[in-house]
């Protein structure tokens, strides 16, 4: 049984592997491999349904990818396609809540959200609470810049990056330990 099962794994794998190489050689038109940022771009359009996505988008997608496998090198290998798909396709999905979320916290309309704007969304999202400064300061420092130069505040597209470290930060306060 467990023979059948290790063999059934290969053919899923090699059958997966072969799924990657077809979509890399497809959008991969400088044929070295892996997709630099125009070509990670059409490949994004595609898969939006021919939605061009900003180049904000690209690059979050980009340097998110870069961030989870932890090689930084501005293109998309093999290695990464999966997991820049799949965040994409969590954008897309969040989008529309996203972009809900920015115009009710985007008081002075300037496109991103600064200081104060944000310490009034992670309030909420603290059920109620007010989160001290330098928590603020925390998530501002670490999302602001993902997606293009850091601007002093929290743009769309990084918004849903501020709102994942300030649920990891509160989970992690959470958490208690006992020294005897």
């Not at 505040?153 to 020294?179: D, M, N, P, Q």
Request: contains cysteine; glycine residues 6%; charged residues 35%.
């Amino acid at each position: 049984m467990e023979a059948i099962r290790r063999h059934e794994q290969f053919w899923e794998e090699l059958e997966k592997q072969n799924k990657i190489t077809k979509i890399i050689r497809k959008y991969d038109l400088s044929k070295d491999g892996k997709l630099n940022k125009e070509e990670l771009g059409n490949m994004l359009q595609d898969l939006a349904g021919g939605e061009k996505p900003t180049e904000e988008e690209v690059v979050y997608v980009l340097k998110t990818a870069d961030l989870i496998d932890k090689k930084i090198d501005d293109h998309i290998g093999p290695e990464e396609l999966e997991t820049a798909i799949d965040i994409w396709h969590r954008y897309l999905n969040s989008k529309p809540e996203i972009a809900r979320i920015f115009d009710k916290y985007d008081k002075n309309q300037s496109g991103q959200l600064e200081f104060d704007e944000l310490k009034a969304l992670l309030q909420e999202l603290n059920d109620g609470k007010e989160p001290e400064d330098n928590e603020v300061q925390e998530v501002l420092k670490h999302a602001d810049g993902i997606t293009q130069a850091k601007s002093g505040g929290i743009t769309r597209t990084e918004l849903k990056h501020a709102i994942a470290l300030w649920y990891s930060h509160v989970e992690g306060s959470k958490k208690c330990c006992v020294i005897s």
